[in-house]
């Protein structure tokens, strides 16, 4: 999807689970987010987040005025998502890990890269990829150069691979 990788990121965050009733989904979101924000502009953030979750919220008098241009839209819901995020993490740290971004959708890695530039506060960020992301990205690792480390993880050995096992697996 899309957006596939923020969606499971948020419904992991407001604790959505598969099967939930949408009106139930929507009012935990809406709370927590009241949670986060202390009940400010609720409705404009929860609109955007929730293009992120396919759940529909009611409009708002500043989501209407951009609903005819998607280019305004698309700056938007990017910088509410940030924008929740650090004020989320303002009220605790935050690590968020991003698996598998060799298979994400480009908006995600447009989304991602955003985040990767500007996010600010006390959140952490791993990204993790093979090196194919590298091929459809060449300049992937560079995004965010000056406050990230780029780690280069060498296939395991078969002996290693059956240490870590063994280890992941031992009581």
């Known amino acids: 999807a899309s957006f596939g990788i923020f969606g499971r990121l948020l419904r992991a965050r407001f604790g959505l689970v598969e099967g939930m009733d949408r009106d139930a989904s ?3 979101v809406r709370a927590q987010v009241a949670r986060v924000l202390d009940d400010r ?3 404009d953030v929860i609109y955007f ?4 979750l396919g759940l529909p919220f009611e409009e708002s008098p500043l989501t209407r005025a951009i609903g005819d241009d998607p280019h305004q839209a698309e700056l938007l819901r990017r910088a509410v998502f940030k924008a929740f995020i650090e004020a989320d993490a303002a009220n605790a740290p935050i690590c968020l890990v991003f698996e598998d971004l060799h298979f994400a959708h480009d908006d995600s890695l447009t989304l991602l890269r955003y985040l990767l530039e500007y996010l600010t506060g006390p959140i952490l ?3 993790a990829a093979r090196p194919e992301l590298l091929t459809r990205h ?5 995004v965010g150069e000056r406050r990230h480390a780029l780690v280069d993880l060498p296939m ?8 870590m096992l063994e280890a992941l697996l031992a009581p």
């Open 41 to 43: 502009k609720v409705g």
């Open 156 to 163: 395991l050995t078969e002996e290693s691979a059956t240490e």
């Open 125 to 127: 960020v791993i990204c």
């Open 26 to 28: 929507r009012q935990q």
């Open 138 to 142: 060449e300049d992937w690792g560079h």
């Open 49 to 52: 987040l929730g293009q992120f």
